[in-house]
């Protein structure tokens, strides 16, 4: 089954605000709330940003925002800081045997 | 804290068996079930599927069942993931991560990463 689809890169300048679209179809993303959002440093473990569409866990900053509308998930970065230079991946429960599926990551420049 | 630990990077000659492992502390490891994550150089996250090591139910992504297999030891909470006849196709990072429920399948802590390297 194909991946979600992410653009493969978004950048933006200290203090904005940018978004990450992450388009599936009815039988994952618009069927579901069941949407997570990673963070990849370079050369290191994702991290876990988004749970459950929205919901942060605990130590993940208020600048990160998930939402969704219709097949498409977004994440929503505010205050756009150096630190955020990452790879970001959108995840989602998928009613196929495949369980799971990742988008292709998008990777962040601040400018 | 919740930690997973990983076994450390491999270097394997086609036709070679592996098997990596991925010990998890600071939690009930039994009681969670735990994801593995291909990486391939350069490319995005790939769920493999889930065991849980409680009972060692598994779920495979069909695009891995019969290619790897899962398992899990709960009396030293440690999980693994096996090949039987590596590939090139193998040489990848992989990644366990603590998905804390199978039908909301978010993965809240990861391992540091196993690189495996499958070359002649």
């Known amino acids: 089954q194909s991946a979600l689809t992410q653009p493969a890169s978004v950048s933006g300048s200290p203090g904005q605000s940018i978004t990450i679209p992450c388009t599936g179809s009815s039988g994952d993303i618009g069927g579901y709330n069941y949407v997570s959002w990673y963070q990849q440093q370079s050369g290191k473990a994702p991290q876990l940003l988004i749970f459950d569409l929205n919901k942060r866990p605990s130590g993940v900053s208020d600048r990160f925002s998930g939402s969704k509308s219709d097949n498409t998930a977004s994440l929503t970065i505010s205050g756009l800081q150096a630190a955020d230079e990452a790879t970001y991946y959108c995840?989602?429960?998928?009613?196929?045997?495949?369980?799971?599926?990742f988008g292709g990551g998008t990777k962040v420049t601040v400018l | 804290e919740v930690q997973l630990v990983q076994s450390g990077a491999e270097s394997k000659k086609p036709g070679e068996s592996l098997k990596i492992s991925c010990q998890g502390s600071g939690y009930n490891f039994a009681a969670n079930w735990i994801a593995w994550v291909r990486q391939m150089p350069g490319k995005g996250l790939e769920w493999m599927g889930v065991i849980y090591p409680g009972d060692s139910n598994i779920k495979y992504n069909p695009s891995f069942q019969g290619q790897v297999t899962f398992s899990a030891d709960r009396a030293i909470s440690t999980a693994y993931l096996q090949w039987r006849s590596l590939k090139a196709s193998d040489s990848a990072m992989y990644y366990c991560a603590r998905q804390p429920f199978y039908g909301d399948p978010y993965s809240d802590s990861w391992g540091q990463g196993t690189l495996v390297t499958v070359s002649s």
């Open positions: 995840s989602s429960y998928t009613n196929t045997r495949t369980f799971v599926l």
